[in-house]
């Protein structure tokens, strides 16, 4: 593969609709990973309102053909702690975007007055953040009744 330019943006709720249509097919494998926890409707209707945060990474000569976007959300709990959590991931040689991409969604977070980030993720995402003071702190497990 060509040495590629990527560039990462947080895309504004205002032109949520106009981006929408190239970033669902990359959200639609995140979405199926939460086993019916969320929908694209939802992050749709969320990113819009401004309750959570559409990232989008693209190349500089195919936009706005993504390779790859991302949904963060703000939390604020009951103590005080204020975290960004990523909530969605997902895109095509995430090798050459996700270092990059974390860095910018660590700025905003520090901007936005959090006290650090949170993530769940797949086993295969720890690669990106094990060598950048990321701590693996929880395994997610899930028991769904058989109806």
């Known amino acids: 593969?060509?040495?590629?330019?990527?560039?990462?943006?947080?895309?504004?709720?205002?032109?949520?609709?106009?981006?929408?249509?190239?970033?669902e097919k990359h959200l639609k494998k995140s979405v199926n990973r939460s086993y019916g926890r969320i929908s694209l409707?939802?992050?749709?209707?969320?990113?819009?309102?401004?309750?959570?945060?559409?990232?989008?990474?693209?190349?500089d000569d195919e936009y706005p053909d993504l390779i790859g976007c991302g949904i963060t959300q703000i939390n604020d709990y009951p103590s005080g702690l204020r975290m960004l959590n990523i909530d969605h991931l997902s895109g095509k040689n995430q090798e050459l975007w996700t270092k990059d991409g974390l860095k910018k969604v660590e700025s905003f977070a520090k901007d936005s007055g959090c006290d650090g980030i949170e993530a769940l993720g797949r086993p295969g995402f720890w690669n990106w953040?094990?060598?950048d003071n990321w701590g693996k702190i929880a395994v997610a497990y899930q028991k769904k009744f058989v109806q």
């Open 129 to 131: 953040l094990k060598d």
């Open 1 to 23: 593969m060509n040495k590629m330019t990527i560039k990462n943006t947080l895309v504004q709720p205002k032109d949520i609709p106009t981006i929408w249509s190239f970033a």
């Open 41 to 59: 409707n939802d992050l749709f209707t969320e990113c819009v309102m401004g309750q959570s945060h559409l990232w989008i990474f693209y190349r």
